[in-house]
T-cell receptor, first 116, second 110 residues
Framework: DTEVTQTPKHLVMGMTNKKSLKCEQH?????MYWYKQKAKKPPELMFVYSYEKLSINESVPSRFSPECPNSSLLNLHLHALQPEDSALYLC???????????????FGEGSWLTVV | GQNIDQPTEMTATEGAIVQINCTYQ??????LFWYQQHAGEAPTFLSY????GLEEKGRFSSFLSRSKGYSYLLLKELQMKDSASYLC???????????FGTGTRLQVFP
């Protein structure tokens, strides 16, 4: 089972709302990622968690707040977003942060976010 | 600097073979991934190369030459459902980060 599950699939929120995106994996992976993808552009890394600790923050604005409650779950809390934040938000996971054959990064189906 | 280049678009005929090239210049190298992404969907893992040579997986094969900073994805016996974007991504050596190319949009015609 190589599945990363994201909810919700679609989210529309106002600029004053607070919402959260959720991601879950049951592959025993200890590294989890948030990526942002705009239309016709490649995914861009936002955050990396390793063993439930934040490892990388790619200078993401504070209106995006990640949280890793346990090794299977990764949340992205959203507050005071702007219309330009509308995008596909992808969660991914891998065995850990080491390189090597077999340490593949798997993506979830994504959450489409529209900020109005 | 970091740079990953792929052709923007390619077209091919059903049943044919197509090769999608990827060249990269990154600060360190720790593996190269190929993903398929259909419009409106998430990237799906296709292949991973960390050593030089060819990796074959069914209709798809991927090749890597680290000395040349070059990889290609070979798709055989093309099917209509292979119409998608194909993303080349390099994992950095010092940081657990995937750097994606802009992707190659492949259209397969009957």
């Amino acid at each position: 089972d190589t599945e990363v599950t994201q909810t919700p699939k679609h989210l529309v929120m106002g600029m004053t709302n607070k919402k959260s995106l959720k991601c879950e994996q049951h592959m025993g992976h200890r590294a989890m990622y948030w990526y942002k993808q705009k239309a016709k552009k490649p995914p861009e890394l936002m955050f990396v968690y390793s063993y439930e600790k934040l490892s990388i923050n790619e200078s993401v604005p504070s209106r995006f707040s990640p949280e890793c409650p346990n090794s299977s779950l990764l949340n992205l809390h959203l507050h005071a977003l702007q219309p330009e934040d509308s995008a596909l938000y992808l969660c991914a996971s891998s065995q850990d942060l080491s390189a090597g054959i077999g340490n593949t990064i798997y993506f979830g189906e994504g959450s489409w976010l529209t900020v109005v | 600097g970091q740079n990953i280049d792929q052709p923007t678009e390619m077209t091919a005929t059903e049943g044919a073979i197509v090769q999608i090239n990827c060249t990269y210049q990154t600060s360190g190298f720790n593996g190269l991934f190929w993903y398929q992404q259909h419009a409106g969907e998430a990237p799906t893992f296709l292949s991973y190369n960390v050593l030089d040579g060819l990796e074959e997986k069914g209709r798809f094969s991927s090749f890597l030459s680290r000395s040349k900073g070059y990889s290609y994805l070979l798709l055989k016996e093309l099917q209509m459902k292979d119409s998608a974007s194909y993303l080349c991504a390099v994992r950095e050596q010092r940081r657990p980060k995937l750097i994606f190319g802009t992707g190659t949009r492949l259209q397969v015609f009957p």
